[in-house]
């Protein structure tokens, strides 16, 4: 895995927030220069899409690649490290992260972000892979999101392969409705009378699941 892969691995890049990093716009792709003239070097970095880089030595002109070598050392390794410190930050301040495995976890994870500025909270270390978005301003939790073992969740089934989901608040009144619909379950660790549980698998299109966190965050 190269540098890059392995740094932004989880990470959304924002093109709006590499703009303002500095990238400079060329074409179809976007541009960033850092000089190391302690090193006679500089730093290029490239964004389609995909972010790539490449150190230039400014003495001879040719690309300088030695820090590329995962067990560099001495001088590479200095080198190394300057150019994963710029990646680091610019993962802090250009990049979104992705907290799930799925596609779809990681779909509404975003489409929560970008609708109510949320970003989930890790609060439960004896469960740490499950993650509240809370009203901001407040405790008020309107969203779980986590992974479970299948069979804790569908008592039909044997499977214990840890499924991520998401549980959501839903009118107690509706909970019975709700829940004779595929792809609903009672919710997991949260109050069964006005929880339920959604398995992120694509059974329920993220509209639909969208709407259920809409409709959750509006009963705070």
């Known amino acids: 895995m190269s540098i890059e892969s392995e740094t932004f691995s989880n990470y959304r890049i924002q093109q709006d927030r590499l703009l303002e990093y500095g990238f400079i716009s060329d074409g179809d792709k976007l541009i960033y220069r850092k000089p190391m003239p302690e090193d006679s070097f500089e730093i ?11 150190i230039m030595d400014l ?5 300088y690649t030695n820090y590329r070598r995962e067990g560099a ?12 410190n710029l990646l680091l930050d610019i993962r802090e301040n250009c990049c ?16 929560i972000y970008e ?6 909270e890790f609060l439960w270390p004896n469960i740490p892979s499950y993650a509240a978005f809370r009203l901001r301003g407040t405790k008020k939790w309107y969203a779980i999101m986590g992974s479970v073992p299948r069979y804790k969740l569908d008592p039909d089934s044997e499977d214990h392969t840890n499924v991520e989901v998401i549980n959501v608040k839903v009118d107690s009144d509706q909970i019975k409705s709700i829940l004779a619909k595929k792809g609903y379950y009672p919710a997991f660790h949260m109050n069964k009378k006005c929880w339920v549980s959604i398995i992120l698998e694509d059974a329920l299109t993220d509209e639909e699941i969208e709407s259920r966190v ?7």
Request: proline share 2%; net charge positive.
């Open 96 to 111: 979104h992260n992705q907290y799930y495995k799925t596609a779809q976890a990681r779909r509404i994870c975003e489409s």
């Open 73 to 84: 050392t001495g001088y590479s390794a200095g080198i190394r490290q300057k150019y994963i």
């Open 115 to 120: 609708t109510y500025d949320c970003t989930p």
């Open 214 to 220: 809409r409709d959750s965050y509006e009963s705070l």
């Open 59 to 63: 003495a001879t002109g040719e690309a």
């Open 44 to 54: 290029m970095l490239e964004y389609d899409g995909t972010l790539r880089g490449r």
